[in-house]
């Protein structure tokens, strides 16, 4: 088998775990991640018989779904790389990455904490399979898993007792089965815009791809990273009273907010087509300062519910008019500081928000009170 290509077929063991039950462990070590494949390979054998003919291999740790579902698929392509190196015949083809002394063989299996609290736990399997099977053998798995793909009664023994969590289904799924389960998940929750940029990303990372949100964002994927529209030019757009478009406004920063956190778990950036992007904000640079006037002050536009939804650079202009430079937007609350540290260092001004309580608008969209001279 060895002398022919090897074709990874990467499925996982999906884990849904009772309410208020959570895993006491997010990795197996050796010992248990062994054991526990040697009951994955019988399950799976019983479902497709010819998956003997390949070699099995299962990493000893429990991800939430987006740490899986990353461009370029970094832990199964981990994975595959680990199983490949493993000589025929050990452990009757099927082998098992587990912790030794608390380290996992490779930083990419190690489960990040920050997505330990969901109740959809995921092992991820690979099944290498020699080039003349894998096609015949992935169509087997495409059918079997999804329809009958429950797993044995000792396995799921075997995880309850040794996670010491209750479980309420255990389930093999190929990776397109996840794939389509997460696009429905999304799609369930008003999100089917970011899971055609995100499956673009997946799937066919060389291939542009638009889309409009929920809220009519132009949004883009390309090179690997997605591309909103900028707000400004979105409420350029809205009809309506001042009231009317600044409650529209605040619902479409809160979708961004949405998209970011998510497109970060997901590990794909978010960029501003036409401005700047860094960790959890966006930032439109309208004008340069006019140096015949007052320098510039920061203002806040916030939401009941959101807090600071923008941030507006503006000078005093002719007549008292605000001299609007840029519009800044925290998508994570952590943002907000190093947004206005880097509007304040650009400007050369205090790191000062001056809170507005509300999002000030005119015909053209945000705007700000004439800044008091400094």
Excluded: K
Excluded at 282 to 291: F, R
Excluded at 310 to 335: F, K
Excluded at 337 to 360: C, F, S
């Amino acid at each position: 088998m060895d002398a022919q290509p090897l074709i990874a077929l990467p499925a996982v063991l999906a884990l849904e775990c009772s309410p208020g039950s959570s895993p006491a462990a997010m990795t197996l070590d050796r010992d248990q991640a062994e054991a526990l494949a040697a009951l994955i390979a019988e399950d799976l054998h019983a479902l497709v018989p010819r998956i003997g003919e390949a070699r099995l291999a299962l990493a000893g740790a429990l991800f939430d779904p987006v740490e899986l579902l990353r461009p370029g698929f970094p832990v199964w392509a981990t994975l595959d790389d680990l199983a490949r190196r493993v000589p025929r015949g050990h452990l009757e083809n099927v082998v098992a990455f587990g912790s030794h002394d608390g380290r996992m063989p490779a930083p990419t299996l190690v489960p990040e904490p920050g997505h330990a609290g969901g109740a959809l736990r995921l092992l991820p399997l690979s099944v290498l399979a020699p080039e003349a099977l894998a096609g015949d053998l992935a169509q087997d798995m495409e059918v079997q898993l999804v329809g009958r793909g429950e797993a044995g009664a000792r396995t799921a023994d075997w995880l309850m007792r040794t996670l010491g969590v209750q479980l309420e289904h255990a389930r093999y799924l190929s990776r397109n089965d996840l794939l389509a389960l997460t696009c429905v998940q999304y799609e369930h929750v008003n999100l089917a815009p970011l899971w055609t940029m995100l499956e673009a990303a997946l799937l066919t990372p060389y291939q542009p791809e638009t889309a409009l949100s929920a809220r009519g964002l132009p949004l883009r994927y390309a090179e690997g990273a997605v591309h909103a529209g900028a707000p400004s030019a979105w409420l350029a757009r809205q009809p309506g009273e001042t009231a009317e478009r600044a409650h529209g406004f605040a619902g479409l920063v809160f979708e961004l907010r949405q998209y970011a956190a998510l497109l970060q778990a997901h590990h794909l950036p978010l960029n501003l087509d036409q401005g700047e992007a860094d960790a959890g904000w966006l930032l439109e640079t309208l004008a340069a300062p006019d140096p015949a006037l007052a320098p510039p002050a920061l203002f806040a536009h916030e939401a009941p519910g959101l807090g600071t939804v923008a941030i507006t650079a503006a000078q005093a202009g002719a007549d008292d008019h605000p001299y609007v430079l840029a519009h800044g937007y925290p998508l994570a609350p952590q943002a907000l500081g190093p947004l206005v540290a880097v509007l304040a260092a650009r400007y050369g001004i205090e790191p000062a928000l001056q809170a507005m309580g509300r999002v000030a608008l005119d015909d053209n969209g945000l705007t700000a009170p004439s800044p008091s001279p400094q």
